[in-house]
């Protein structure tokens, strides 16, 4: 007898409105798209295309200073991006039959893009200080980023005192770097994290059972990895692999969410590395 494999439903869902407020929410709409998020400083990115949207929908959509919210999963979606809609970031093309508006999203592109500073400090000032007046900038609208209470800090100090005048992601990049440290933006939220560290948060494990896609492939940093579309699998975070060739723990340092809601596209790809 053979029995029947239940094939879960593919869920996607996106929320679009103002910072903060409610919006407009897609739920049973034909959508498409990807998300591609990366551990470091780099905005994480989203291209969201919906289907057959009426003309005054569209016109909300195209309201300035919005926030795209993307979620997908089978039975119970997570969320695969949060961040800002970018100038001229919702095009709608025409084609008979199908009307297509494509939503185009970063997530703390604005304060990657425009946030300056102009910060100094006297002799003997710690670094924790620094850094954290540099990301309390980020959190004043209209950046309005949230900080991650579990960020870890050097604990260092500047005996000479530090100036700096320029691009905030400048002034925080050169300071951590240099002392083994890194920030990135996830879901509009800012992490400070040590070099050979993960993001705090569950570590999916993917396995043939739980939605590998074929055999991982080794690559000089780690491995890539193919996996059903899992909202687990998150850039700087944890993911544990296990195959019938392949085993090991690995940190996400680029993962790509590509999804479709009526059609074949539905994988994750994660470009993982070890743990140092």
């Not at 809609?85 to 970031?89: E, F, L």
């Not at 100036?163 to 400048?170: D, E, K, T």
């Given at each position: ?67 795209l919210q993307i979620l997908a999963g089978e039975t119970t979606p997570g969320s695969i991006f949060l961040g800002d ?5 919702v095009v709608t093309k025409n084609s008979q039959p199908e009307r297509t508006t494509t939503i185009t999203a970063k ?96 570590v999916p494990n993917v396995t043939p059972q739980t939605g590998l896609v074929g055999s991982p492939v080794r690559t ?57």
């Open positions: 007898m053979v029995v029947a494999t239940q094939i879960q439903p593919r869920i996607v869902q996106a929320l679009v409105g103002p910072a903060g407020a409610p919006g407009l929410k897609f739920t049973a709409e034909y959508m498409t798209g990807s998300v591609k998020s990366y551990r470091g400083s780099k905005p994480n990115e989203a291209t969201l295309v919906i289907h057959n949207l009426s003309e005054s929908t569209i016109a909300q959509l195209e309201a300035p200073n919005q926030t809609i970018t100038t001229r970031g997530d703390g592109r604005r304060t990657y893009r425009d946030l300056q500073a102009s910060k100094s400090y006297p002799p003997n000032t710690p670094v924790a200080t620094v850094v954290q007046d540099l990301l309390t900038t980020a959190t004043l609208p209209p950046h309005n980023l949230a900080l991650n209470p579990s960020n870890v800090y050097p604990t260092d100090s500047f005996p000479a005192g530090w100036a700096f005048q320029g691009r905030w992601r400048q002034a925080l990049t050169e300071i951590l770097v240099n002392r083994g440290f890194y920030w990135t933006i996830q879901g509009k939220v800012l992490f400070v994290l040590q070099a050979g560290t993960v993001a705090p948060g569950n000089k940093k780690g491995a890539n990895v193919v996996s059903v579309l899992n909202p687990g699998i998150v850039a700087g975070r944890g993911i544990q692999v296990a195959s019938q060739f392949f085993n090991g723990l690995y940190r996400a340092a680029t993962v790509t969410h590509q999804f479709d809601s009526d059609g074949v596209k539905w994988v994750t790809t994660a470009q993982c590395e070890v743990i140092a």
